[in-house]
């Protein structure tokens, strides 16, 4: 009888050094970002990875690219196709373009409008559903139906998590070592790729996912030791309210290390604090790491924390902190 991990396609070390050889020429190998303010406000020291200074604003254009760029000619022919709340959608429809193929993207009707935005300027065709997965997944099958397109599953493909897993390689080689590094939690493809890169590269870190309080389900999953998942969560790190799948379960069980959680306010807060102190522009969910981090002092006292920004995707008219 074949094990869990056997049925798996598991991407390898070796797997996330390919990538990174693949979409070098497509991407950028992003800044790292310090702050002597959040340093004395957390006591510990703090990193920033800043992802969300990729072209289309977010770290999943890696993986995006990874899988477009993997393409024979003959299964590009018929583009990509993908379901996401804005960021992955983003970077397929860019990374789509690179190569001048099509790319059909489901989005939540609730998305916000400037990650729709940039799907279309990326030349991405949407389709819009309910904000639930179970809409999601529907509204997919049947535009896949239509056009054919490879699906590249936001976060629960190998080629995606290699890709994911190269923002990692690069962080520990911008700095002198790491005793930590957080990064936030929906769906965990950047969780999964932070491990894959770190469980060799450097074994001593750990992975610390951090996760709102009210689509706590990554947590709630690792504590249990099975997956429980969230058809419909509520909060304002709009981009982290997918559950895990099987693969990315599999690095989140056997690597991570542990999982906080912080509450909308909070996320609010980190938020405003990393735009004031650290100037770097960052959506709701970047800042998930920051408010757990702040939440949880004597847990980081002292340490080295890498922290990685995951996306700068915001609707400047719609900001968290003007909302009445």
């Not at 990509?80 to 709340?85: E, P």
């Not at 397929?92 to 300027?121: E, F, H, W």
Request: with cysteine.
């Amino acid at each position: 009888m074949m094990s869990d991990t056997e049925s798996l396609h598991i991407p390898s070390y070796q797997d996330m050094l390919d990538a990174h050889e693949r979409i070098r020429p497509h991407i950028r190998c992003t800044p790292v970002r310090s702050s002597d303010y959040l340093n004395e406000l957390a006591g510990c020291q703090l990193v920033f990875k800043c992802e969300n200074f990729q072209e289309p604003g977010a770290f999943k254009v890696r993986g995006a690219t990874n899988a477009v760029f993997g393409l024979s000619d003959e299964q590009a022919k018929a583009g990509v196709a993908t379901h996401s709340s804005g960021n992955h959608a983003s970077c397929l429809s860019y990374a789509a373009m690179l190569r001048g193929i099509p790319c059909n993207v489901v989005m939540p009707r609730t998305a916000p409008q400037a990650k729709k935005d940039t799907v279309r300027r990326y030349g991405g065709k949407i389709t819009e559903c309910e904000p639930s997965t179970s809409s999601r997944e529907e509204t997919f099958a049947r535009v896949q139906a239509e056009t054919g397109g490879d699906f590249v599953h936001p976060y629960n493909d190998p080629r995606v998590i290699a890709g994911q897993g190269t923002c990692s390689k690069e962080l520990i080689e911008q700095t002198d070592g790491l005793d930590m590094v957080v990064a936030p939690i929906g769906g965990g493809g950047m969780i999964s790729g932070t491990c894959l890169t770190l469980s060799t590269l450097a074994p001593e870190t750990k992975v610390i996912a951090a996760e709102p309080e009210q689509a706590d389900d990554a947590y709630r999953s690792f504590k249990a030791g099975h997956i429980i998942a969230d058809d419909a969560p509520k909060t304002v790190a709009d981009g982290l309210l997918v559950p895990l799948k099987d693969l990315t379960w599999h690095f989140v069980r056997n690597h991570v290390s542990d999982i906080f959680t912080a509450s909308d306010p909070e996320i609010i807060e980190a938020m405003k604090l990393t735009w004031k102190h650290l100037r770097v522009v960052m959506e709701p969910s970047s800042a998930v790491p920051l408010a757990t981090i702040l939440k949880n002092k004597d847990y980081f006292k002292g340490k080295r924390v890498g922290v990685i920004i995951t996306g700068g995707n915001v609707d400047l008219d719609k900001l968290p902190w003007m909302q009445g």
